[in-house]
């Protein structure tokens, strides 16, 4: 009996190992770029602040199952910089502000790699606008805000702002 010769490729499902559509152009590739370009340069600090963030994107994409887009590569590289200047205050309460500038330095690294940051003012505007559509209660305008300010003002002063538009 002669059994048909199959390709390794075809054997593989195609599906479990899905490729983005433009890698090229991902900010997880810009990740991987930079990371290549710290370790050529030895920059020991660089080297290690991006690639602990790669292994955190991958280990959310094994979570979601599947390739991370650059929404989810954002809300990873956000919740390791609101990591991080919450590990630089309990540093300075401490009294270590050497690993507290440590720590303020990797938000600064990747902080490069996240839209521009929103203005205090700009999101009092946006909250007077959900105000104005009708929005009532905290609870209503920080969830339309949440998805527009996204990696890009951080959800707990967001969060007090709203209060103090609300009461005043």
Known sequence: MVLPRIAFHDALPMDL????????????????????RARKDRERARTIVLSSTLSEIRNREIELGGVADDSVVRDVIARSIRQ?????????????????????????????????QLTEDAIREMIRQLVADGATGVGPVMGKLAPLIRGRFEGREANRIVKEELAG
Do not use: W
């Open 17 to 36: 190992y899905p490729m983005p559509k433009s890698v090229a152009d991902s900010l997880q590739q810009q990740l991987r770029d930079a990371l290549n």
């Open 84 to 116: 991080r200047r919450e590990a630089a205050e309990q540093m300075r309460a401490g009294g270590r502000e050497e690993l507290a500038l440590k720590e303020e330095g990797e938000v600064t690294m990747l902080t490069a790699f996240l839209p521009p």
